[in-house]
């Protein structure tokens, strides 16, 4: 098992650049989060989803959209980055809401 | 809105000694997770220990303790025997059983001196 994978590790991009955050999980997980970690901020959930089909928004969800068209696939989209979204991005998934995520190694996003 | 507060910067400990991290929340719900997760500067995520708000008994891993206080909203990590391996940074993290939406504190960076 690969367990929960990102692509890419680093990415830079500039302000009102779009980009997918892809994340996937081979574990037949049915809950997945994003969240982005910032200094002294700790983690905080941008989106998350408890199946195929269903997404809902976390704490900061605004200028990020998701979609959950498989079990395996929870990607991130940034519509239009601005430096405000620079960040460390991790994705997590987990078999129920109470047993352990596991989190993937995250993607060290830079918007310019 | 539950909060959850983690008012230790920074800790040091020396090895083999014990140390206890402290961990504060909000809520007004009476049925909730708890976790304590560690990060390396591998970035790499690790649950270290979990509690379910309606056991009264304290979970414990190996090393690895928390003192859960309900009451007093508490769920402080106590890490005896402590090792090298064990520096990181430790979050505290809340779910609430009604959602899966998980609400972490800032952080706790613990040093560990040989």
């Known amino acids: 098992n690969a367990g929960v994978t990102q692509t890419p590790k680093f990415q830079v991009l500039k302000t009102g650049q779009s980009m997918t955050l892809q994340c996937a999980q081979d574990?037949?997980?049915?809950?997945m989060s994003w969240y982005r970690q910032d200094p002294g901020m700790g983690l905080r959930l941008i989106h998350y989803?408890?199946?195929?089909?269903?997404?809902d928004q976390g704490e900061v969800p605004n200028g990020y959209n998701v979609s959950r068209s498989t079990t395996e696939d929870f990607p991130l989209r940034l519509l239009s980055a601005a430096p405000s979204q620079t960040s460390v991005y991790f994705c997590?998934?987990?078999?129920?809401?109470?047993?352990?995520?596991?989190f993937g190694p995250g993607t060290r996003l830079t918007v310019l | 809105a539950q909060t959850v507060t983690q008012s230790q910067p920074e800790m040091s400990v020396q090895e083999a000694e014990t140390v206890t991290l402290s961990c504060t929340y909000d809520?007004?719900?009476?049925?909730?997770?708890l976790f304590w997760y560690k990060q390396p500067p591998s970035r790499q995520m690790i649950l270290v220990i979990r509690q379910e708000a309606y056991k009264q008994q304290n979970a414990t891993e190996n090393r690895f303790s928390v003192n859960f206080q309900k009451a007093a909203k508490s769920f402080s990590l106590k890490i005896s025997d402590s090792q090298l391996g064990d520096a990181a940074m430790y979050f505290c993290a809340y779910r609430s059983a009604g959602t899966y939406k998980y609400i972490f504190g800032t952080g706790t960076r613990l040093k560990v001196l040989a």
């Open positions: 997590a998934s987990s078999q129920d809401g109470y047993n352990e995520q596991f």
């Open positions: 574990m037949n997980h049915e809950y």
């Open positions: 809520t007004s719900e009476s049925d909730y997770y």
């Open positions: 989803s408890v199946g195929a089909g269903i997404t």
